[in-house]
């Protein structure tokens, strides 16, 4: 997706030695400075930072039986996307900081677009489909899930990914390396669609901000919607004295339902700004903004949605405590010192299933103990 801002970065990058018109020679060479330094400096840290957070987390989820629930596997399967980004696009883009000419080759200009289009594909995909089991859990609550729930969640995130990788093969159909003129210079350039045609710029933009973000983020908004009703519904009916169990089930819900929106929030926040950047390059493809500020909005936007790859574990960090204690344990390899019990703090699925967030019925949701007769492995 971002191969005709990497054509255009590489644009940027040649006219920025043309600035001396304009700039005195300190803010030139403070300009070139943060090209060629600190902006890989940041790209180095997203990747280090993100690697760390995402192989700990499928790493917790794996080793730990208790933390094997539904909304963990589609985690899982977001922090595994994520790594696929972070090892193969993020270098290759660090890379054209130092060289400005593309330098990978045509099967690279082919791939490295198509495993950055499924790993959007998988984040987005996936945050609807964990969306999709908050509403379940939080609005249809009574719904008995089967014992056979864990495999076909595993299902589910196969499908996205298979799903992600066949929306994601016009990239390599399209992409090529092509030789670009920047006044009396000539230059290799990626770039993901045909430069004859100026429609196809536009359509490719246009599908996909509605395909990898607006739709998506639209079906979420409304599963927040009934999400958010039935939160502020069940607050008003419930009975003066509840149980403690019941509190905990409902405050549970809305931890969950608190972690999958923040992820949405995040991942929303960090392309957005990509999406609209790339739209306006390809409704203005043959021109050429060599100013400043549109230099520095493309590298924001860019560093911004890198950024989308390392952020989740740290908000599962900040926002679960029992995610907290076992990331602690990981990093001083006390993986194995103790087992969570049903408190994690994402597998509310066995434990509020059989519990309505309307009108808690003790005789069905509780068993003699007073514990969720559901099944404990989701």
């Known amino acids: 997706m971002d191969n005709a801002l990497d054509a255009s970065l590489s644009n940027h990058t040649r006219v920025s030695d043309n600035f001396t018109d304009d700039?005195?020679?300190?803010?030139?060479?403070?300009?070139?400075f943060v090209i060629r330094c600190v902006i890989p400096s940041v790209y180095i840290l997203i990747i280090t930072v993100g690697l760390l957070g995402n192989i700990t987390l499928v790493k917790i989820f794996i080793t730990n039986s208790a933390?094997?629930?539904?909304?963990?596997?589609?985690?899982?399967?977001?922090?595994?996307?994520?790594?696929?980004l972070l090892v193969t696009c993020v270098p290759v883009d660090a890379v054209r900081y130092f060289y400005e000419e593309w330098m990978f080759g045509t099967v690279a200009c082919k791939l490295i677009p198509v495993i950055q289009l499924t790993s959007v594909g998988v984040s987005v995909f996936t945050l609807t489909a964990l969306s999709a089991d908050r509403h379940k859990a939080?609005?249809?609550?009574?719904?008995?899930?089967?014992?056979?729930?864990?495999?076909?969640?595993?299902?589910?995130?196969?499908?996205?990914?298979?799903?992600?990788?066949?929306?994601?093969?016009?990239?390599?159909?399209?992409?090529?390396?092509?030789?670009?003129?920047?006044?009396?210079?000539t230059f290799t350039a990626c770039v993901p669609y045909p430069l004859s045609n100026e429609l196809h710029p536009r359509i490719h933009s246009v599908l996909i901000f509605l395909v990898y973000f607006l739709i998506p983020l639209s079906i979420i908004s409304v599963y927040y919607y009934h999400i958010a009703r039935t939160l502020i519904k069940s607050a008003h009916d419930m009975p003066g004295e509840v149980s403690e169990h019941s509190k905990r089930q409902m405050e549970t819900r809305k931890r969950l339902a608190k972690i999958v929106l923040v992820f949405v929030g995040l991942f929303?926040?960090?392309?957005?700004?990509?999406?609209?950047?790339y739209m306006y390059r390809s409704f203005h493809y043959r021109q050429v903004d060599s100013s400043l500020s549109h230099l520095v909005v493309t590298l924001l936007a860019r560093v911004l949605s890198f950024s989308s790859s390392c952020v989740?574990?740290?908000a599962l960090y900040l926002l679960s405590e029992s995610f907290r204690r076992h990331f602690h344990s990981q990093l001083t390899c006390q993986g194995h010192q103790r087992q969570e019990r049903g408190s994690s703090y994402l597998q509310s699925t066995s434990a509020i299933r059989m519990t309505s967030i309307k009108k808690s019925n003790p005789g069905l949701a509780n068993g003699p103990t007073g514990r969720s007769r559901e099944s404990p492995e989701h």
């Open 23 to 32: 700039w005195i020679s300190d803010g030139r060479e403070t300009f070139n």
């Open 312 to 314: 989740n574990p740290f």
């Open 138 to 185: 939080i609005v249809n609550p009574m719904d008995i899930q089967s014992s056979s729930a864990v495999l076909w969640t595993c299902l589910k995130a196969i499908s996205i990914w298979v799903v992600s990788m066949l929306l994601a093969v016009p990239e390599a159909i399209f992409s090529q390396v092509v030789h670009m003129s920047d006044g009396n210079i």
């Open 67 to 84: 933390m094997r629930s539904v909304p963990n596997i589609f985690i899982s399967s977001l922090a595994v996307g994520d790594l696929l």
């Open 268 to 277: 929303a926040l960090c392309w957005f700004p990509n999406h609209l950047l």
